[in-house]
């Protein structure tokens, strides 16, 4: 997959109002181009920007999409989209959740970012809003249809490739669930991440669904 080059940028610092609970990691690298910013739990700082291993991926990987879209007529069929499809030449705001018609997705973070999408939008001048979930299109397109979405487009993820590239995919058998997504969120601005949201604790078989820096009204402060 071939990225459009970007423009050049300037980095700027900018002070944080909760510095207390998250970091911020915003440096240049040697060959002038700019990190993500990182916006996760304090005591996971070195985790992600140790960029000696576990790196986080700097770009959305290379994945094909097996969806179902609704004909002139009414009928669904399959269609393959690509990353590129979805994130080729645009500013795109994506989170991911555990999974469609769970308790915190359907009931605060889907709503949500449903509810607060305009003004997003308006921030940070987003093409798109995307909501991926390790699920496939049958039961998104539903879970689309029930929450009455409009500004959020959902993306099937339903063999987790997409989750496993981004380094979200964890083990959820605890809960028989089998392998799920990571809760977090990225603006990507034409296929490159340029800030990351983590949820704390990521492991397996979490027996706890943090929710706070993939909370819409805080990325809507804090990006």
Known sequence: MHYAKRRSRKAFLRPLKNANNIILIQELKK?????????????EREMYADTR??????????????????????????EEVSTWDLFGGKRVLL???PGAFTPTCSTYQLPNFEK?????KSKYNLDDIYCVSVNDS?????????NKLEHVKVIPDGSGKFTQDMDMNVNKDNLSFGERSWRYACI????????????????????EDPYHFTDPSFIYSNA
């Open 53 to 78: 291993w576990r790196a986080l991926p700097t770009h959305v990987p290379s994945t094909v999409f097996n969806t179902r879209v609704e004909d002139y007529k009414g009928d669904f069929e399959w």
């Open 31 to 43: 060959d002038g181009k700019m990190k993500a910013i990182i916006n996760c739990a304090r005591n």
């Open 116 to 120: 607060m999408a305009p003004e997003l």
């Open 188 to 207: 990507v601005h034409n296929g490159f991440i340029t800030n990351w949201f983590i949820e704390e604790g990521k492991e397996d078989n979490c027996t």
């Open 138 to 146: 049958f039961v998104m397109n539903r879970w689309a249809k029930d």
């Open 95 to 97: 989170f991911s959740l």
